[in-house]
């Protein structure tokens, strides 16, 4: 195509192609990753300054797959494939805050779901490399890509140390490996709450887990020292269910 071009306007566009290589353009992903952490904050949704700056350390960018066709940046679920989605940012935003006094550095955490990696590379971002987060997902191709996503983050060098990992199984059962957690986020609507997750909720810790069918809460469980539980509803919520590998695949 050059060929055809007079020499003056050959040297206009090597001009302009030179000039837009050497142009220090910003990177746009971590300002427009920025920009929705601060809207997160104008809405009153991230109130603490360790959720906002995690959530400003883990581009959110690197867990959207392209197929999603929007910006990963939008304040809305996407789909990942496998029927399953990537939650909102401000559902992700609401949970952290709710389980920040049970994600401090040092402490024990379980994301059932872990589906994109991005909330469980969050997690690791708040209980360091002292501390230590285990994913559980059902869907193998999921968890694989998940790891690569990861990789590419702010949370790798904790996938490197060992105190992120993430597992193939069914979440319903939790990851008992690692029991008794300080924090259990279960990022798929339960029918019911599974006995196995609360059994395995370490007494003072906290679990946010929606529950429902058709009409789904958020439910925050506290397991007191004493080993009694309560149960609240926050709010409204859907999510994809937590359920068996083939129903999800085959969900009617
Ligand atoms: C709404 S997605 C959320 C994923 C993750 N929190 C995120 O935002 O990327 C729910 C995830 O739960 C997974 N899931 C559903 N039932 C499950 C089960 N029984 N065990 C493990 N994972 C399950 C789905 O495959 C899906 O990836
Ligand atoms: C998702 O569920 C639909 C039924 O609702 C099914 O036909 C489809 O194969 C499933 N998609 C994937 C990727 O598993």
Redesign the pocket.
């Known amino acids: 195509m050059l060929l055809f071009l007079c020499a003056k306007n050959r040297f206009m566009l090597l001009l302009v192609l030179i000039l837009l290589q050497h142009q220090p353009w910003p990177s746009g992903a971590s300002d427009k990753n920025k920009a929705m952490v601060e809207q997160l904050q104008r809405h009153g949704v991230i109130t603490s300054t360790k959720v906002a700056e995690v959530m400003e350390a883990i581009d959110r960018g690197l867990f959207v797959p392209p197929a999603a066709c929007a910006s990963p940046y939008l304040d809305r679920p996407m789909p990942i ?3 399953a989605t990537i939650s909102a940012p401000h559902m992700h935003a609401a949970c952290l805050e709710l389980l920040l006094k049970h994600l401090q550095p040092g402490m024990r955490a379980l994301d059932v779901g872990s589906g994109t990696g991005y909330l469980t590379a969050c997690i690791a971002l708040m209980v360091g490399p002292e501390g230590r987060v285990v994913g559980v997902e059902h869907i193998p191709e999921l968890v694989a890509s998940s790891i690569e996503n990861i990789k590419k983050s702010a949370a790798a060098p904790q996938l490197s140390d060992g105190s992120l990992s993430i597992h193939i199984a069914d979440g319903r059962e939790g990851w008992p490996e690692l029991a008794p957690y300080d924090a259990i986020h279960v990022g798929a609507a339960a029918p019911q709450i599974p006995q196995a997750l609360i059994e395995q909720l370490k007494p003072g810790g906290r679990m946010v887990i929606p529950v429902g069918t058709a009409l789904q809460e958020l439910k925050v469980v506290d397991k007191k020292l004493d080993g009694s539980v309560s149960i609240r509803d926050d709010t409204s919520v859907r999510y994809v269910p937590l359920t068996s590998k083939d129903a ?5």
């Open positions: 494939g496998y029927n999800q695949l085959h969900a009617g």
